[in-house]
T-cell receptor, first 116, second 109 residues
């Protein structure tokens, strides 16, 4: 079974631009979560999508948004990029996080975004 | 006070030593994940546990829900175990993961 894939792997953008990152979950997984990792803040939860609906959201400004498609693939978008958005963005998929039951998460390799 | 406290932050040990990494958290949880991150960024989930103890090869994870504490042990450590280990409790109410700051483990041959 193929693992979680993320594209692109590396990205350089300029302040003020916007960026879209893509995540393809493991086949059969319906939940996709996104995380940001920076040297200063460590890993932080961005949001989680399940069956095309945002089910959970972290404490990030509205410039960070996402969506999930019917095939469970997910995209996240960051608008009006700031220098502080430079980070490793990771997505993880799982079978489900429904009804209080926790499932194993499988992480993708990440997209390293550099904002100049 | 951080919701998740990990100790130690850095650990250097000789090959073969028994390693313990500790994690304390303050919220009610539905489960706790132990993650491993190698240089280059890739994260692997080592364990997900909600009670008791789990073992995979040389790795053992334990959790005490009443004391809000979990430990990750590595027996017969090897240089390939060198990585950052991250504790991530899942909040019982909203199912969000929060993360410890990580323990950087270096095993010297």
């Amino acid at each position: 079974k193929a693992g979680v894939t993320q594209t692109p792997r590396y990205l350089i953008k300029t302040r003020g631009q916007q960026v879209t990152l893509s995540c393809s979950p493991i086949s059969g997984h319906r939940s996709v979560s996104w995380y940001q990792q920076t040297p200063g803040q460590g890993l932080q939860f961005l949001f989680e999508y399940f069956s095309e609906t945002q089910r959970n959201k972290g404490n990030f400004p509205g410039r960070f948004s996402g969506r999930q498609f019917s095939n469970s693939r997910s995209e996240m978008n960051v608008s009006t990029l700031e220098l502080g958005d430079s980070a490793l963005y990771l997505c993880a998929s799982s079978l489900s996080l429904a009804g209080g039951t926790s499932y194993e998460q499988y992480f993708g390799p990440g997209t390293r975004l550099t904002v100049t | 006070k951080n919701e998740v406290e990990q100790s130690p932050q850095n650990l250097t040990a000789q090959e073969g030593e028994f390693i313990t990494i500790n994690c304390s958290y303050s919220v009610g949880i539905s489960a706790l994940h132990w993650l491993q991150q190698h240089p280059g960024g890739g994260i692997v989930s080592l364990f997900m546990l909600s009670s008791g103890k789990k073992k995979h090869g040389r790795l053992i994870a334990t959790i005490n829900i009443q004391e809000k504490h979990s430990s990750l042990h590595i027996t017969a450590s090897h240089p390939r175990d060198s990585a950052v280990y991250i504790c991530a409790p899942r909040n019982f109410g909203n199912e969000k993961l929060t993360f410890g700051t990580g323990t950087r483990l270096t095993i010297i041959p």
